[in-house]
């Protein structure tokens, strides 16, 4: 059985890797993928990509709901599409044609009430229901992983729910249904000259719903820099009932119910709307590209920029080979992207000041160029440079990584987050364990490189990216088996040196293990009786962010296959 023919349906993604269907590199990029792939000894060659045809999957275990048939599709691209995120290894197990598990069904509910229908179907058959956004989690988030405790699994896409329903000018915001893309409202809150303006690498294949289910990170590296910071009030269909929080600019009383929706990754219900704070596009801009010789003390820059109250809306550092990866640098700087933009003023008093910050620290940068990013006369200045150049990257990075991965050509990150007062210590010490567990895993030439994604008057983020190979002859099989064994050695680095399992990736079942060691027992144990009164037969996301039993399920998720 299909979904009725007449539904919208968003364009076809690529079910092995990132992006649309038809999506192509170009020459340029293809020479990008080809000096990266033979810098690390392999050769590069074109493989064929995997085929829908080289893939035979279950038949569905369980009927689905005939009152509600047509939202249900069985299709071989809609199962292989929503059995896995956007992760190395989940492109990598597409490339080997061993993908997870799929969902028995995908079901594409057009409102709240249908949510709920299918919720109540799913309890009355035990049926597990994996919430799904855009697809683009990178730690198992909507993996149909769930062991066999249950008579099926049904991934539940909410794209059909991506409108923008009510727009309050007077308080600026916005009533926007959870599985609008970045794109999809961005676009209709243009009509009302308003944006949301929360752009992470994601953005054009993540929702707003998977936005706030894990905390992601966005547009802005300090102040405003997890979605957090938008949320108004949400909406969310559980098991047991609707929960619909109360709008207000900020409240205290007692613990904030929307507190406990954000980061709960699927598994107490469906979030279907919230209400977001918007603002007025940006008209004023200021950037700057600015190298140090010494990264450390780039870093202390970086720092003082944090705590002097400036609030830059871009303050990435690059240590000297992240530049190189991002193919803005020559590998011997270090490189801080730094802007500013209002919608409201000139920024030209808050750059000055920056850059007195930045000279103090040794930095160097071209006055001219900062000058035409805040003239008139030049308003895409800061998409130019090594800013515009960091930026292309930034978006088109995990295309370049899909034809690398076909190779055994192993591209990760992790990212985590630590006090100032520790930044150095904990940067040396994550880049030596997991350096040294690379070199265990591969025998081959480590390349492991960080930057700060956002900063904190009190802290850094620091994004680790990681490329290497398991064997010369481009096995994606042995590529694989070290790749977890890798991530097992990041997950424990930078919980052992006192950092946070993920910044803004969410915790999944890739990052559990950390988490369950991050946060108080007691907590787990209160976050564990949340989801039993919300979800009381435990058919929401089972296996992700916590076990609800309290142990181990042993579920067959990617580190343990």
């Given at each position: 059985m299909s979904a009725d023919a007449t539904l919208s349906r968003r364009a076809r993604r690529r079910f092995w890797g990132w992006g649309q269907a038809d999506a192509?590199?170009?020459?340029?990029?293809?020479?990008?993928?080809?000096?990266?792939?033979?810098?690390?000894?392999?050769?590069?060659?074109?493989?064929?990509?995997?085929?829908?045809?080289?893939?035979?999957?279950?038949?569905?275990?369980?009927?689905?709901?005939?009152?509600?048939?047509?939202?249900?599709?069985a299709e071989p691209l809609d199962r292989l599409n929503h059995c896995a995120g956007k992760s190395w290894p989940d492109i990598a197990r597409m490339w080997l044609r061993t993908p997870p598990a799929p969902p028995d069904w995908v079901a594409f509910p057009g409102n709240e009430q249908a949510v709920a229908d299918i919720l109540d179907?799913?309890?009355?058959?035990n049926v597990a229901v994996i919430p799904y956004g855009g697809g683009s989690s990178v730690c198992g988030g909507v993996e149909a992983a769930v062991g066999d405790s249950y008579s099926g699994v049904v991934s539940l896409d909410l794209e059909r729910l991506n409108r923008v329903l009510e727009v309050d000018p007077v308080s600026r915001a916005a009533r926007i249904q959870a599985g609008a893309l970045g794109p999809e409202l961005e676009a209709q809150l243009k009509g009302h000259g308003l944006t949301l303006r929360h752009f992470p690498q994601s953005f054009e294949f993540s929702t707003l719903g998977g936005w706030i289910v894990t905390r992601a990170g966005g547009h802005f590296a300090t102040l405003h820099t997890h979605i957090d910071d938008f949320v108004e009030a949400t909406r969310m269909v559980t098991p047991a009932g609707p929960m619909q929080t109360r709008r207000l600019p900020g409240s205290g009383a007692g613990p904030a119910p929307d507190r406990l929706v954000l980061g709960s990754e699927g598994i107490l219900g469906v979030l279907t709307e919230a209400w977001l704070r918007v603002q007025e596009a940006p008209s004023y801009r200021a950037s700057a590209s600015v190298r140090f010789k010494d990264y450390f003390a780039a870093a202390r820059c970086v720092r003082t920029l944090a705590q002097s109250g400036l609030y830059p809306s871009n303050c990435r550092l690059l240590d000297p080979l992240e530049t190189v990866f991002a193919g803005v640098g020559d590998g011997r700087h270090a490189i801080l992207v730094l802007g500013f933009e209002s919608a409201d003023h000139p920024m030209q008093i808050w750059m000055t000041r920056a850059l007195e910050l930045v000279r103090d620290y040794g930095g160097e940068y071209d006055p001219q160029a900062v000058a035409r990013s805040m003239s008139d006369e030049a308003p895409e200045e800061h998409r130019r440079g090594a800013a515009g150049a960091w930026r292309e990257a930034f978006l088109r990075m995990p295309y370049w990584r899909d034809p690398a991965t076909g190779l055994g050509v192993i591209m990760d990150t992790f990212e985590t987050a630590i006090t100032w007062d520790r930044f150095e210590s904990f940067f040396t010490s994550v880049k030596t364990d997991v350096s040294a567990a690379i070199a265990r895993a591969t025998g081959q030439a480590v390349m492991l490189s960080c930057r700060l994604t956002h900063v904190y008057p009190d802290g850094a983020a620091p994004y680790f990216t990681f490329a290497t190979c398991a064997s010369k002859d481009?096995?994606?099989?042995?590529?694989?088996?070290?790749?977890?064994?890798?991530?097992?050695?990041?997950?424990?680095?930078?919980?052992?040196?006192g950092g946070t399992i993920t910044h803004h990736h969410a915790v999944g079942r890739d990052h559990r293990s950390g988490y369950q060691r991050e946060i108080p027992g007691i907590y787990r144990s209160m976050l564990t009786a949340a989801k039993h009164v919300a979800d009381p037969q435990g058919i929401m996301n089972p296996g992700v962010l916590i076990d609800p039993l309290g142990r181990e399920l042993g579920i067959t998720g990617v580190l343990k296959a």
């Open positions: 192509t590199l170009s020459e340029r990029e293809r020479a990008t993928v080809r000096a990266m792939v033979e810098r690390l000894g392999v050769n590069f060659e074109d493989r064929e990509e995997p085929q829908l045809d080289e893939f035979t999957l279950p038949a569905p275990r369980v009927a689905a709901p005939p009152a509600i048939a047509a939202m249900f599709s179907w799913a309890q009355a058959k481009g096995s994606v099989s042995d590529a694989l088996a070290a790749w977890r064994e890798i991530k097992q050695a990041a997950n424990e680095a930078v919980i052992a040196h």
